[in-house]
């Protein structure tokens, strides 16, 4: 369902509108943003997009496995699907994705029939499905697809899946790329959000990291989908790039805000060329320290603050009447692979290679390798390879990890006597959160933990400390800011 022209839809930010934060950050002065030792920010930590972490996963889930998990679901709660796209049509030298360079369209087609396949393999192991809330399709460049073979995709996942009547249908697309003919396919096939690629409108950063992008081309792209009816648009921001400073990062928030967008997510760029090895292109001599990032951090947050949004977790923002500012003011507040959301569903089902699904016993992997994983479909297998089942412990942790980094705020004792626990189960991660309040990361009352408003962009430092698995590593996880 989109929402043009739909009465249920709030009105637009207007001046003077209220809006209502938890908690909201005040302006910090650089002072302040030193207080808390530098080393913190420099701590290689999760994004915690899930527990247990993708660095657990391992060989012992396969197809076997994750077929019986497929039978297992009782068809009575929503689903979520996500189709991973690994293809861009040239390689921006920040990117962290499981993505490759490919100009062979008819390549790009054999990969869309496969998903189709792959689709209905999956759907056929289960007997019981709920409706789809959510659909989102990443990459990569999702609309690298041809628009005919876009459409068809979307057809046969609605085909194979129930789809309930509202059911979100996101894209991630690249301004640089958009045409009309794929604008109007997506609108089309029902999508009604896209999230746009931006990072930064600096043209010598934008040169620095492969991405040259006028901003008059993003406004365009903006433009074109509103003229065909999707209007649902949020925009993806970094921090940490190559010489960029405070002011780059504000002059980027102004020129998106122009643009009048639903949300926003602000990055920060994670330096990893042991595994990202295109990254190597990128002179890390020109990287902003940790002092920096985390005034970009800031500025970011400031200046969506300035324009009235509202702060949803420590990196994404969204207009006062938007569902996931709603959801921060109801706390429904959700995370998943896509970051903060409003999706509530519990199982997450992905297609393509790569792509990660998350049922209630687990998470399961699809096979990385685009020619292994094209086998595998070819085949007529579910070419799930890798993953990691989720036992109570961990579902324990994940929610506290979840509303920590959602709400700032958790209450372990409580948590872990609703879930079955001892209310002291947790209490030696207590003990590894003292040095942390200590530094004024986190205060703790009794069991309750919270991340003060001058913290929160190091929610993931506090919020390792709660996980069973982590340990202090060079090169596993991003920094923390």
């Given at each position: 369902?989109?929402?043009?022209?739909?009465?249920?839809?709030?009105?637009?930010?207007?001046?003077?509108?209220?809006?209502?934060?938890?908690?909201?950050?005040?302006?910090?002065?650089?002072?302040?943003?030193?207080?808390?030792?530098?080393?913190?920010?420099?701590?290689?930590?999760?994004?915690?997009?899930?527990?247990?972490?993708?660095?657990?996963?391992?060989?012992?889930?396969?197809?076997?496995?994750?077929?019986?998990?497929?039978?297992?679901?009782?068809?009575?709660?929503?689903?979520?699907?996500?189709?991973?796209?690994?293809?861009?049509?040239?390689?921006?030298?920040?990117?962290?994705?499981?993505?490759?360079?490919?100009n062979d369209d008819a390549r790009i087609a054999r990969y869309a029939s496969r998903l189709e396949e792959e689709a209905a393999r999956v759907a056929a192991a289960m007997p019981r499905k709920g409706p789809v809330a959510h659909l989102h399709f990443g990459g990569g460049t999702p609309t690298i697809l041809a628009p005919a073979d876009f459409a068809r995709v979307i057809a046969r996942l609605k085909a194979e899946f129930p789809f309930a009547p509202d059911a979100e249908i996101a894209v991630e697309i690249d301004p640089r790329t958009l045409t009309q003919e794929m604008t109007a396919a997506l609108a089309g096939a029902g999508v009604n959000r896209v999230s746009l690629g931006v990072q930064d409108v600096d043209p010598e950063i934008q040169r620095l990291v492969h991405r040259v992008q006028p901003t008059e081309q993003v406004a365009a792209a903006v433009a074109m989908l509103r003229a065909h009816g999707i209007d649902r648009i949020n925009v993806d921001l970094m921090y940490g790039l190559p010489t960029q400073t405070v002011a780059h990062v504000r002059a980027t928030v102004a020129a998106m805000l122009a643009m009048n967008p639903d949300r926003a997510a602000v990055f920060g760029y994670a330096h990893v060329p042991w595994f990202a090895k295109h990254q190597a292109a990128i002179d890390a001599a020109l990287l902003p320290g940790a002092a920096e990032r985390l005034a970009q951090a800031q500025a970011a947050a400031d200046a969506f603050a300035e324009a009235g949004w509202v702060e949803v977790g420590f990196d994404h923002y969204a207009r006062p009447e938007d569902p996931l500012a709603i959801a921060v003011r109801e706390g429904t507040l959700k995370r998943n692979f896509q970051g903060y959301t409003t999706d509530r569903a519990e199982t997450l089902i992905g297609l393509g290679a790569s792509s990660i699904g998350a049922l209630p016993q687990g998470y399961a992997q699809n096979e990385p390798h685009l020619g292994k994983w094209a086998q595998a479909v070819d085949e007529g297998r579910i070419p799930v390879v890798r993953g990691v089942p989720v036992t109570a412990e961990d579902a324990l942790r994940r929610a506290a990890i979840y509303a920590l980094m959602s709400a700032f705020d958790v209450d372990l004792g409580a948590l872990a006597a609703e879930r079955g626990f001892a209310s002291d189960h947790l209490d030696a991660d207590l003990a590894r959160l003292a040095p942390l309040a200590a530094d004024g990361l986190c205060t703790i009352e009794g069991r309750r933990v919270r991340v003060p408003p001058h913290a929160r962009f190091h929610v993931r430092n506090v919020a390792a400390r709660l996980d069973g698995y982590w340990a202090p590593q060079a090169t596993r996880h991003s920094r923390a800011v």
């Open positions: 369902m989109r929402w043009i022209n739909d009465a249920r839809r709030p009105p637009r930010f207007t001046p003077g509108m209220r809006t209502i934060s938890p908690s909201p950050r005040p302006s910090l002065s650089p002072s302040t943003l030193a207080a808390i030792p530098a080393a913190y920010a420099l701590e290689t930590v999760p994004r915690y997009t899930s527990y247990p972490t993708a660095a657990q996963f391992g060989p012992g889930i396969d197809e076997a496995l994750y077929r019986h998990w497929l039978a297992e679901l009782d068809g009575t709660t929503p689903l979520s699907l996500y189709v991973h796209v690994p293809y861009c049509r040239v390689l921006c030298w920040y990117c962290g994705c499981h993505t490759s360079v490919l």
